[in-house]
């Protein structure tokens, strides 16, 4: 099966620094990536959708200038959290699609931000 | 948008009984609907699926019913065992290419 990758898992960093996320499809290219974001024992929330070589479309709620997005390549999607609080502690996840006709969505494993 | 409507929050059955959750959507546009598996601390699992065009589809023990004229869809697990405690998300999507919608998740203990 497809398989998506996320870097780092677990990241702990102080108040005001940035942190960025790597999500990769590593065995089939992603036309689009979708970025979630779990708090403790809480469901999946969607944060943006990228495609690629486009600009990311978050959803209402999320500071655009906050989550940074890119979607440089068909492989390859990156969350950067500016500017981290720790009310930004969370877990987030990645997950790839490959083309239009396709319906399974593959998550990474995600990434554990824990902001002190 | 979509939103999807998830019950119970927690389910705790006993190794062997069945185990049934439910899922209503808002839109009737919706025409994907996946059931994921997540254990603590790790990704969602894919566990099946169904399209707005079938009604009912099983695999082994899990099984999903989907009622478009109500907007609600069930994961049914039979003879359920201690392997199977995890949490649950049911989710929708309106259409390719769009995001996976997802219920709040239900906590499903099964005791030996």
């Known amino acids: 099966g497809a398989v998506v990758s996320q870097h780092p898992s677990r990241v702990i960093c102080k108040s005001g620094t940035s942190v960025k996320i790597e999500c990769r499809s590593l065995?089939?290219?992603?036309?689009?990536m979708f970025w979630y974001r779990q708090f403790p024992k809480q469901s999946l929330m969607l944060m943006a959708t990228?495609?690629?070589?486009?600009?990311?479309?978050?959803e209402q709620g999320v500071e655009k200038d906050k989550f940074l997005i890119n979607h440089a390549s068909l492989t390859l999607s990156t969350l950067t959290v500016t500017s981290a609080h720790p009310e930004d502690s969370s877990f987030y996840i990645c997950?790839?699609?490959?083309?239009?006709?396709?319906?399974?969505?593959?998550f990474g494993p995600g990434t554990r931000l824990t902001v002190l | 948008g979509e939103n999807v409507e998830q019950h119970p929050s927690t389910l705790s059955v006993q190794e062997g009984d069945s185990a049934v959750i439910k899922c209503t959507y808002s839109?009737?546009?919706?025409?994907?609907f996946p059931w994921y598996k997540q254990e603590l601390g790790k990704r969602p699992q894919l566990i099946i699926d169904?399209?707005?065009?079938?009604g009912e589809k099983k695999d082994q023990r899990i099984a999903v019913t989907l009622n478009k004229t109500a907007k609600h869809f069930s994961l049914h697990i039979t003879e359920t065992q201690p392997e199977d405690s995890a949490v649950y998300f049911c989710?929708?999507?309106?259409?390719?290419?769009?995001?996976?919608?997802f219920g709040k998740g239900t906590t499903l203990s099964v005791s030996s």
């Open positions: 997950s790839a699609r490959a083309d239009t006709s396709t319906d399974t969505q593959y």
């Open positions: 065995d089939f290219q992603a036309t689009t």
């Open positions: 990228s495609n690629e070589g486009s600009k990311a479309t978050y």
């Open positions: 839109d009737s546009a919706s025409n994907y």
């Open positions: 169904i399209r707005s065009n079938v």
């Open positions: 989710a929708a999507r309106l259409q390719a290419g769009t995001a996976l919608i």
